[in-house]
């Protein structure tokens, strides 16, 4: 049993610290470790050799040899503490050696060991005169590493608290078996039942460096153990299972055929787990192909789900792949309505509406309650079969609800503990029940499906709050322009009023009653436009592109702010581009960057300024041309400090100012695919100008429209002309 476990430790000690020193030669912890267990290696194979020496110049020859080894233990020990510490003591480290070398050179002769003994039948020294020194040594070592390893555990937290306590109890277990071999030399009859347990130091460390990473070798700890496992509960006992089947069949045991089985039976232990994933990739390749598609397409479908930030594209998308790649026929996603408290279909297939309740469940129904608690997935099959046994009183409308949402899975969508919703699954379509397999790629996509979902659903959260931020900007304008637009209906009402009151008298005036009617008529279509023009911008509206004249919507908005211009007496100067092409544009939108861009001119420009208008085909060609519209005032002009900041949201100079018009302008204009520039000096007034792509570019916007694109993406057309 000694000679076993002797052989254990060599092999265990030696292989652990040539595997940690070569997998980092140049860190000193890894060096001394490895060295360490190359001592306690020597030492254990010296203690074998002992062992079995049969004659006594044979025992003494091996009992010096392998305290060549142990002689080194200490200072090893004492270098490998010091150094995982990251301690420098080099004058105690260079001690230890020398004095270690000094018991070295003493082994050759008898100083160190007189000559050898037999005790129980077993080889033992005596010890010369140096020897009890070595011991004091040994302690010594342990003792002052023990020291600052407890000094060292005392002040580190976490993580190398761990490591340092590790280690620190392994050394222990080390000592203390190490020790035992002792006693015996100085005739104290305690044996030496430790030995073997010097290995259990080097493998407890091992564990150390396995649970807490310590020096990286936790895989081929790992596997090590498996392997050994392996061999002590597969392989011995087929092995004794073919020696004794040889006995029975042949009457007797050959040791060579045995050994190739063993060989045979170690290949097929070794090789089956490597083999077995190619195999089985091969075989439902060839034979289940439709299986295997499946799972890819639950792959790429856990991919797209990262990708896709639309609520609707991505609850479809979830709902398409699942039904299409597990041949399924129905299904549908119900997601929470905060507001409304209720859970409600929000995108589904084939389910049909059997009533209010299959379509809406409330936050309290019984179903969202018990789903909310469960957290799991819900198989209905598996449910009803443990009806009576679950005795849960609310187990019939549990069923009832799923069979009303005709759900034969039900996965709740849950994330950060809130069940935002529940994803059913119908029947399959070929009859086949939902396997394990299923199930469990249906747990993992509804986890992710949820963060999905939540993400999608934020998303949406902060276009609505952009589109409304939006609306607020339009209303800011609006209210600017209402006072002066109320004047501007005023006026020709007044003077409507004042013919209708002449009417009466003057009726049979022909003169009169001709230029009334082209007066009013006039007026009324005056006003009447201009009302329609603010209710229209007034009403929020889904974005819209179609093709529009440029000119023709310039002028409709410099119609509105006409009133404001006369209050300041500013002449507007305009200038429409001759032969403009229709252009592709959400039409309330660009009204919307337009106005944002008269008002602030004007409440730039002092009283009886100008502000000019142009627009024009600014021929760009390629890849496209661009619809110029510039808006220039001779105002107080932008510092230039601020110049970078004024198409932040709510960056504002003004007293009153919401600081979104700017930024809103060019979101708007960059949904266009457009940009606005300006130019402005403090003084001399600013220009701005807006830039309309004439073709819309590839992949930005042809997905929202129906018109042939420029075959380039902005990035490389922006690249072409070198970024603005
Ligand atoms: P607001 O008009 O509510 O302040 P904007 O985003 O429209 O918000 O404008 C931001 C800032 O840009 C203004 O406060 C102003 O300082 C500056 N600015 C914009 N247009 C002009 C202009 N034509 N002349 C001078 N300054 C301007």
Redesign the pocket.
């Known amino acids: 049993m000694d000679a076993i476990s002797f052989l254990f430790g060599v092999v265990v000690t030696t292989s652990i610290g040539l595997f940690v020193y070569l997998k980092d030669r140049k860190r000193l912890t890894n060096r001394t470790w490895g060295a360490l267990c190359l001592g306690v290696g020597w030492w254990y194979f010296g203690r074998y050799m002992r062992l079995t020496s049969v004659s006594e110049t044979d025992a003494l020859f091996w009992c010096r040899f392998l305290y060549i080894g142990a002689i080194f233990i200490p200072p090893l020990f004492l270098h490998f503490s010091l150094s995982l510490l990251g301690i420098k003591k080099r004058k105690v480290v260079v001690t230890a050696y020398l004095l270690s070398f000094i018991f070295f050179i003493s082994n050759f002769t008898d100083l160190f060991i007189k000559n050898i003994t037999l005790k129980n039948s077993l080889y033992y020294p005596i010890p010369g005169i140096l020897y009890p020194f070595y011991v004091i040594f040994f302690i010594g070592c342990v003792v002052l590493s023990s020291f600052e390893l407890v000094k060292a555990y005392m002040k580190a937290t976490g993580y190398n608290r761990n490591q340092i306590k590790y280690v620190f109890l392994a050394s222990i277990i080390g000592f203390f078996s190490g020790i035992t071999t002792f006693p015996l030399v100085f005739n104290i009859k305690i044996p030496p039942i430790g030995a073997p347990f010097v290995s259990l130091y080097t493998i407890i460390v091992a564990y150390a460096i396995v649970k807490y990473r310590l020096m990286d070798i936790d895989i081929i700890i790992k596997k090590g153990a498996t392997y050994t496992f392996l061999v002590l509960f597969l392989l011995i006992p087929s092995l004794v299972l073919v020696m004794l089947g040889q006995m029975f069949f042949f009457g007797f045991i050959s040791y060579l055929f045995s050994f190739i089985v063993l060989i045979l039976f170690g290949l097929a232990t070794f090789i089956f787990p490597r083999l077995k994933p190619g195999a089985e990739k091969t075989i439902e390749q060839i034979l289940f192909r439709g299986k295997y598609d499946y799972k890819k397409t639950l792959n790429d479908l856990s991919k797209a789900l990262i990708s896709i930030l639309d609520k609707e594209t991505l609850l479809a998308k979830i709902i398409n792949t699942i039904t299409e790649a597990m041949g399924v026929k129905k299904a549908s996603i119900l997601l929470l309505d905060e507001e409304k408290g209720y859970y409600v279909i929000q995108s589904s297939i084939q389910v049909a509406k059997v009533n209010e309740e299959s379509s809406r469940l409330v936050r309290d129904d019984p179903f969202i309650i018990w789903l909310r608690e469960k957290g799991e997935i819900i198989v209905k099959e598996e449910l009803e079969g443990d009806l009576g046994r679950l005795n849960i009183p609310a187990m019939v409308t549990i069923i009832k609800r799923l069979n009303d949402m005709e759900s034969e899975v039900c996965i709740p969508l849950i994330t950060r503990q809130k069940l935002i919703g529940l994803w059913n699954i119908g029947k399959k379509m070929n009859g086949d029940m939902f396997s394990h397999e299923d199930i469990d790629l249906l747990e993992a996509l509804g986890n992710q499906a949820a963060v999905a979902i939540e993400n999608a659903q934020l998303y949406d959260g902060l276009k609505k709050s952009e589109a409304q931020m939006r609306r607020a900007d339009r209303l800011?304008a609006l209210g600017t322009l209402t006072a002066g637009l109320a004047h501007e209906i005023r006026n020709p009402l007044v003077a409507i009023k004042t013919f209708i009151q002449l009417l009466p008298e003057r009726f049979d005036d022909i003169e009169f009653r001709d230029h009334f009617l082209k007066i009013t008529s006039g007026e009324v279509d005056r006003i009447s436009s201009l009302v329609n023009e603010l209710l229209e911008f007034a009403r929020p509206s889904e974005p819209h592109f179609q093709e529009e004249n440029i000119n023709e919507i310039a002028e409709k908005m410099i119609i509105l702010i006409m009133s404001e211009t006369k209050k300041k007496n500013i002449k507007v100067n305009i200038k429409y581009g001759e032969e403009m092409p229709p252009i592709m544009i959400d039409k309330e939108q660009i009204k919307q960057v337009l106005l944002?861009?008269f008002?602030?001119?004007i409440?730039?420009?002092s009283e009886n300024g100008i502000i000019i208008f142009e627009t024009a085909l600014i021929n760009k060609s390629d890849p496209t041309d661009y619809i110029q519209m510039k808006?220039r005032?001779t105002?107080?002009?932008?510092p230039k400090d601020?110049i970078e900041?004024?198409?932040t949201?709510f960056?504002?100079?003004?007293h009153?100012?919401?600081?979104?018009?700017?930024?809103?302008?060019h979101k708007i204009v960059e949904d266009h695919m457009g940009y606005i520039e300006?130019e402005?000096a403090v003084g001399n007034?600013?220009t701005?100008y807006v830039y309309l792509p004439l073709t819309p570019f590839r992949n930005d916007i042809s997905d929202r429209i129906n018109l042939p694109v420029v075959n380039k993406t902005r990035e490389e057309y922006e690249k072409d002309i070198g970024c603005r």
């Open positions: 800011a944002n861009l008002l602030n001119a409440e730039a420009t808006i005032d105002g107080k002009g932008i601020d900041h004024i198409f949201p960056f504002t100079t003004k009153q100012g919401s600081g979104l018009g700017l930024s809103i302008s300006v402005s007034g600013s701005f």
